[in-house]
């Protein structure tokens, strides 16, 4: 039916269905003819991503191929709200902004960008240009619909995109009428239009460009008065004739009328749709899916229809509305532009809006609900922050704080390598040091704290870092075996059966060969383990005391060479025997070799006051068994714990240890014992939780570091009050410690999906924990060296004046040493020392040089014989001086022991009579001054 065959109520049928549109089938626009309004001075933001919550019921829906009721639109009612842009767009509306939406696919990937054109003088009166205030105003709404949107950084500008564009507008149509807002939450996978037009044209070049400008809203409600008008004239019209026609316009003008007063509502848009693609067949694929996607019976009054059109390739490169008007009749005033539809903001919403699934080019980022509101701290003053709390992955600006003696319950750092546990825990540190809190930190594999200890400006000065085993950097000094002052013997002897237990495998019965053997040690040395004394020393001097001699105390020597004794007293079977021997000697032959050798097997440990007032690191990467570092890190937490309880209880936090790879030592492991077999380990990993628990009332916190919960003891969970949990994978570790900070399945799961620098904190009195990004950034905050040896360099000249090797002697005769401590003379040494047949000579020598004097000489030729028989080739030219006297050394020191026990000399005694006999030894074999 052609246009003069229509009645009135046809042509204004024709006009809400705009029939016009039908005839650009067979009569295609003359290019020439089409005229478009250019948007001017475009501010683009390109979307990335958004945040979307875990929704673990609909997942698990989804799996059970049960899908969730879907959202069925009635024709004859508004649309029902479907995406959150529509929040967006209204906002948009009510600024009056211009608006552009594009959609630009390619090989790699889809990228959407968001466009506004504010209209201002160009400022927004604080000389902020109008790009800047199109940009801030488009990120500011975007964020507050969609919270997390992931915009990149710097805003686009129009010719960037038409840049991007012109490639593609080879062949261009364009979209016109009303959308359908279709759901498919009815499916078992559920998807935005948007993305099902982006996923059907993956790997392929093509454009989508929405360009709306906001109709004034006395225009809107001009039109919605004159629908009434038009309403109420044919219900008035009583043709019979025409009675079918009425009808059928008057359900359209309720449709249209529903779609104006929605307008009113959340705003309306003049609206103009392109699509375009390089290839021609990627073109048309793109046009079939536009009308599969956005057409369905809800399309009311005006259906949606795609055009192929020619030339219109410059008017969307320069984002431009097409404003060719209508050359028919038009009863409705909003309808009078023959390519553009007046939208609701609702409707708009379906060609404008993101994906709700990630694809190439766009990232989904999973979020969940946590705390938002923190207990204020009980003194504002004495507080340290943990990070900046974040709301769905958004920075809110408030820092999350915490009482600085709340770390005296202890705390947990967590997260697999890379998501920034280490550098949390710079932050704590660094801070506590702000109030003068000194703390010690032990790291078992790495060398990343020594940097900040020794090179910031915080530490500069006070920190101190320690090679453990690595003589050649910052040696250490530890005697296991070293009681404090007001430590009981046998308190110390429980805890280092328990240190041993912890650290090396033991089987049955080799845990008691070793108590006894400690037990025997301590007695051989004059002590009595009831008492708590030692009956050696002088009357009126006690052990701990000031001048109280060092060789009271055994060494690591002492008890390896107990072993064989103490296994022989039990008179175990030519199996059995041979085998505990074996085992225990060569557990702890392991700690006297190299420089663990020299580190352990020595009279006197670093006083605790120079360990435990000054930040400090211990380093423990030098020492390559897993066992090893375990006991040196249980022996370090033993004296400290003596240290802390020796100086008696205290309220507020005096001292911070902070524990790397901690589950070495709170293994999780059974601490249950049956009745027929023992249970060393589980028993000395309850020692070391209940030593935990107990600390913390002396003023000590600690923070255990670690990548695998799992592994950790369940009480280190327990009894910690503040827990950081970075990224963690594994199911079994966020069950534990979610287990511990309160977390559901969803804030779980979202620990999966945490960033670099992003935690999850939990501490007493949280119902939920808290989303919190750290601040600090160690690497800005100390650059570390480009290699180790640079490093290593940088800890050797700031310990050096410690002089760790001079002021801690392993035995007497090294004050009188050219060659202290040289690791290849010592190592040459040792086993001419302990060299049998060596020990009967030099016993012989010294027995016949104390009957007579003249024989120091006479047989000194002999005594460096029998030194160059044991070492064969291995001395090295010219340190045969240096290798005698070290030999001599520790043979005159063993002599003089043996005598002090057989004889029960007190130490001073034994002391003159060991100093007497090095004075006549020196002129003949260390011709050199004492020091």
């Known amino acids: 039916m052609t246009p003069r065959d229509r009645n009135i109520w046809e042509e204004k049928i024709a006009d809400l269905r705009r029939y016009d549109l039908d005839e650009l089938d067979v009569r295609p626009v003359d290019a020439s003819s089409l005229t478009s309004w250019p948007i001017p001075d475009m501010t683009f933001v390109r979307i ?4 979307r919550s875990w929704d673990i019921e609909r997942e698990k829906n989804q799996q059970q191929n049960q899908p969730q009721q879907g959202q069925d639109q009635d024709p004859s009612k508004p649309p029902k709200r479907m995406y959150l842009s529509e929040d967006a767009l209204t906002g948009l509306h009510s600024q009056k902004a211009n608006l552009a939406f594009l959609v630009l696919g390619s090989k790699t990937g889809v990228k959407y960008y968001m466009g506004v054109q504010i209209p201002g003088d160009g400022t927004n009166g604080d000389g902020e240009s ?10 500011s709404i975007m964020h507050s619909v969609y919270n997390g949107v992931d915009i990149a950084s710097e805003p686009f500008d129009s010719e960037q995109l038409q840049e991007q564009v012109a490639p593609l507008a080879r062949h261009c149509g364009l979209v016109t009428g009303i959308p ?17 037009l982006a996923n059907g044209l993956q790997g392929h070049d093509f454009g989508f460009l929405v360009l709306a400008i906001p109709i004034p809203n006395h225009k809107v409600s001009k039109e919605e008065f004159l629908i009434v008008d038009q309403i109420q004239r ?4 009583e043709d019979p004739e025409k009675k079918r026609r009425i009808k059928y316009y008057l359900e359209l003008q309720d449709s ?3 779609h104006i007063q929605l307008g009113t509502a959340v705003g309306m848009w003049l609206t103009g749709v392109y699509f375009f693609a390089a290839d021609r067949s990627v073109f048309v694929r793109l046009q079939s899916l536009i009308r599969a996607t956005y057409v369905d019976e809800t399309s009311r009054p005006t259906p949606l229809r795609t055009h192929e059109i020619k030339g219109l390739g410059p008017h969307i490169q320069q984002f431009g509305l097409l404003r060719n008007k209508r050359s028919d009749e038009i009863f409705q005033e909003l309808l009078e532009y023959k390519f553009l539809s007046p939208l609701s903001s609702r409707t708009l919403s379906a060609f404008v809006h993101l994906p709700k699934r990630e694809m190439p080019g766009f990232r989904i980022r999973r979020s969940a609900e946590f705390s938002l509101a923190p207990i204020p701290p009980k003194d504002p003053t004495r507080t340290i922050a943990i990070g900046n709390i974040l709301d769905r992955g958004m920075d809110t600006g408030n820092l999350y704080h915490i009482d600085v003696d709340a770390l005296q319950k202890h705390t947990i750092v967590c997260g697999v390598t890379g998501g920034g546990k280490t550098n949390t825990c710079f932050y704590l540190l660094g801070q506590l040091w702000n109030y003068k809190i000194p703390f010690m930190v032990i790291e078992p594999a790495k060398s990343e704290y020594r940097h900040m200890m020794l090179m910031s400006e915080t530490f500069k000065g006070v920190g101190q870092a320690f090679s453990l085993g690595d003589e050649t950097v910052s040696p250490f000094r530890l005697n296991p075996f070293e009681i404090m002052k007001g430590v009981k013997v046998q308190t110390h002897l429980d805890a280092l059966k328990s240190v041993f237990n912890a650290s090396f495998e033991m089987y049955s019965p080799m845990p008691q060969v070793l108590e006894k053997a400690l037990n025997e040690i301590y007695n051989v040395r004059g002590w009595d383990l009831v008492n708590n004394t030692n009956r050696r020393l002088p009357p009126g001097m006690m052990p701990g005391d000031p001048d109280c001699p060092s060789e009271i105390y055994p060494t690591m020597k002492d008890l390896y060479e107990i072993i064989d004794p103490v296994v022989e007293s039990f008179g175990y079977s030519e199996r059995i025997g041979p085998d505990v021997q074996a085992a225990l000697k060569a557990r702890i032959g392991s700690l006297l070799i190299g420089g663990k050798g020299q580190m352990l097997n020595t009279r006197r440990s670093i006083p605790p006051e120079a360990l435990f007032k000054r930040p400090t690191v211990i380093e423990l990467k030098m020492v390559s068994e897993d066992s090893e570092k375990s006991f ?10 003596e240290y802390r309880e020796a100086l008696g209880p205290h309220d507020n936090l005096q001292h911070v240890m902070l524990i790397e790879e901690a589950h070495r030592l709170l293994k999780n492991v059974p601490t249950a014992q049956s009745g027929d077999s023992a249970n060393p380990a589980g028993k000395a990993v309850e020692f070391f939780t209940n030593m935990l628990a107990e600390i913390r009332s002396y003023g000590q916190g600690f923070i255990i570091a670690d990548q695998i919960p799992n592994k950790l003891a ?7 009050n503040l827990k950081v949990m970075h990224r963690i994978v594994a199911v079994d570790d966020r069950d534990s410690m979610g287990g511990a900070m309160n977390l559901d399945d969803i804030q779980k799961r979202h620990a999966t999906a945490l960033g670099q620098g992003r935690a999850l904190v939990y501490a007493e009195k949280m119902e939920q924990p808290f989303h919190l990004q750290i601040v600090f950034d160690k690497t800005k905050e100390v650059p570390p060296p480009e290699t180790p040896a640079e490093s290593d360099q940088v800890v050797r000249d700031a310990m050096k004046g410690l002089d760790i090797v001079g002021k801690f002697d392993r035995h007497l005769g090294c004050n009188f040493c050219l060659h202290r401590c040289d690791a290849a003379i010592l190592d040459t040494a040792i086993p001419v020392a302990d060299d049998p047949l060596f020990r009967q000579v030099y016993n012989r020598y010294v027995l016949s040089t104390l009957k007579d004097l003249t024989q120091l000489v006479h047989f000194r030729a002999q005594i460096i014989h029998e ?3 044991v070492i064969g080739g291995r001395a090295r030219s010219g340190n045969i001086t240096g290798i005698t006297w070290c030999v001599l050394t520790q043979a005159t020191e063993r002599y003089f022991e043996r005598k002090g026990e057989e004889n029960y000399w007190f130490y001073d005694q034994v002391r003159e009579q060991h100093l007497r006999w090095l004075n006549l030894l020196k002129p003949a074999f260390q011709p050199t001054e004492v020091n």
């Open 180 to 196: 359908a807002l279709k759901s498919t939450a009815g499916d078992t996978i559920e998807s935005e239009q948007i993305e099902r």
């Open 867 to 869: 030194i160059q028989r």
């Open 632 to 641: 040196l890190m249980g022996m370090l937490l033993v004296f400290l714990y």
């Open 48 to 51: 990335d991503g958004v945040l």
């Open 714 to 720: 369940p009480e280190a969970l327990k009894n910690t």
């Open 256 to 258: 249209y009328l529903k």
């Open 234 to 237: 044919a219900q008035e019209n």
């Open 130 to 139: 109008s790009k800047m205030v199109s940009y801030d105003s488009l990120k």
